[in-house]
């Protein structure tokens, strides 16, 4: 079924409504009929009306943009109507799709939308193939948006041995400073680029918040000789700290960074088959150079040499007359970074919650532990397997609500057959 939709990827409305007006915002765009840049045309001319308990509330009609906006009194629950009549002709509704949609008016301003899935040909949308192909894409861009935060978690497990539950707030540490200072640039006159400085930003502290950590907590208890274990343990409890910190500043509900908050047109590219919007080939072109980077730097520089000597035996590079403290707090700061870039990268492709580290940390454990704990080829291969699960998934029967669960049973059958992970070596404990 070829879908004309309201998108939630809008232009605004040629009619503004007053700053303080509360507003539903409608948008049709014929999904079959697209421009020479792959973007679905609008359709304007379109008549909507808006009722509440049964008594009509405002009606509107849609520009050149396919845009309309309606102003209502009042929050609250409506009824938009589309005027069958007035859609151009040969574009109809088919069987399957109502002309009729209920929005919900949470918030004032005109960014309460109503969605239209309207049907040209009933059965010719969704094949398995176009699904395979949208899921695809979707994962290879969650992938490496993984691959970053792997990276971060296996270069911290390499040199320290520590299993780090705080690293999932450690990404969101990265989308919460973007977003700060994304609104702190765009106020500034800076709307343009807001995104880029503040994704800037974020790494740098990122970075440094990875040198705190090591100084202020880490290192301490590596000196005390505290265990592995207990250390674990307290990073479960600074991950609820960190998680209910950000919660208090930032409260429970999603935000969006300036440039991707849903109102502006992206335009699509098309590599080897796959449409990608503006945000998603940035995001794969950041994570592809970052990531090549990285591993470049591990094999060739003195430092990332150094970090591999001390990730195989801690013992016999300090005897080697390696410094292994500053060798761990680079790989800190250096995994610090590469996790706040990945928040960065994730809140662009998605949006800022004070829980998005928390829901994801579980994905990035079973790919560093599919791929080999502490290694860095092993945190590429399996965070490139693991996205690709968490999002084909759905289209072979798992609930998307519970796409976490082929990532998971993935690492629970690699535990129990090759615990070393796949990059892995076989290691006597004890």
């Known amino acids: 079924m070829v879908l004309l939709v309201g998108s939630p990827v809008a232009a605004q409305a040629t009619e503004t409504p007053p700053p303080d007006a509360t507003a539903i915002q409608v948008t049709l765009q014929d999904e079959a009929n697209k421009d020479a840049q792959g973007n679905p045309k609008p359709i304007p001319g379109v008549t909507l009306e808006v009722s509440k308990d049964g008594k009509k509330a405002g009606e509107g009609v849609t520009d050149d943009k396919g845009v309309a906006t309606i102003v209502v009194e009042e929050l609250g629950k409506y009824t938009v109507t589309l005027d069958e009549k007035t859609l151009p002709e040969g574009t109809v509704l088919d069987e399957d799709t109502k002309d009729k949609v209920t929005v919900t008016v949470r918030f004032q301003g005109p960014n309460n939308r109503a969605i239209f899935p309207i049907g040209v040909t009933a059965g010719e949308q969704s094949s398995f193939v176009k699904d395979f192909a949208q899921n695809l894409r979707a994962g290879i861009v969650f992938a490496l948006v993984l691959c970053l935060a792997g990276l971060g978690f296996s270069l911290i497990f390499g040199t320290t041995g520590l299993s780090n539950f705080a690293h999932g707030e450690m990404l969101t540490f990265g989308a919460v400073m973007a977003l700060s200072f994304d609104q702190i640039f765009k106020t500034g006159g800076l709307a343009s680029v807001s995104v880029i400085l503040a994704g800037i930003v974020a790494v740098v502290l990122g970075g440094l918040g990875g040198y705190v950590q090591d100084k202020v907590l880490w290192g301490p208890l590596r000196r005390r000789g505290t265990g592995l274990i207990a250390m674990m343990i307290i990073s479960i409890g600074l991950a609820i700290f960190l998680r209910y910190l950000f919660q208090y500043f930032y409260g429970s509900s ?63 590079a300090a005897s080697s007359g390696l410094r292994v403290d500053g060798v761990i707090t680079n790989a800190w700061v250096i995994g610090g970074a590469l996790t706040a870039l990945s928040g960065v990268l994730y809140a662009m492709q998605l949006q800022v919650n004070s829980f998005m580290g928390m829901r994801i940390l579980l994905v990035i454990l079973a790919a560093v532990t599919l791929g080999g704990l502490g290694t860095i080829w092993g945190a590429l291969v399996g965070s490139m397997v693991i996205g690709l699960v968490y999002e084909l998934g759905p289209l072979f029967g798992v609930p998307t609500s519970i796409k976490e669960i082929g990532p998971l049973l993935i690492m629970i059958v690699i535990l129990l057959v090759r615990p070393q992970g796949i990059l892995g070596r076989k290691e006597r404990l004890g």
């Open 254 to 316: 999603t935000h969006s960074l300036s440039q991707y908050n849903g109102q502006q047109r992206e335009q699509h590219w098309y590599y080897l088959g796959l449409s990608l919007a503006d945000r998603e080939a940035i995001i794969v072109a950041i994570a592809i150079v970052t990531i090549t980077a990285v591993c470049v730097w591990m094999a060739k520089s003195r430092m990332g040499k150094a970090m591999r000597a001390v990730s195989d035996n801690p013992a016999l």
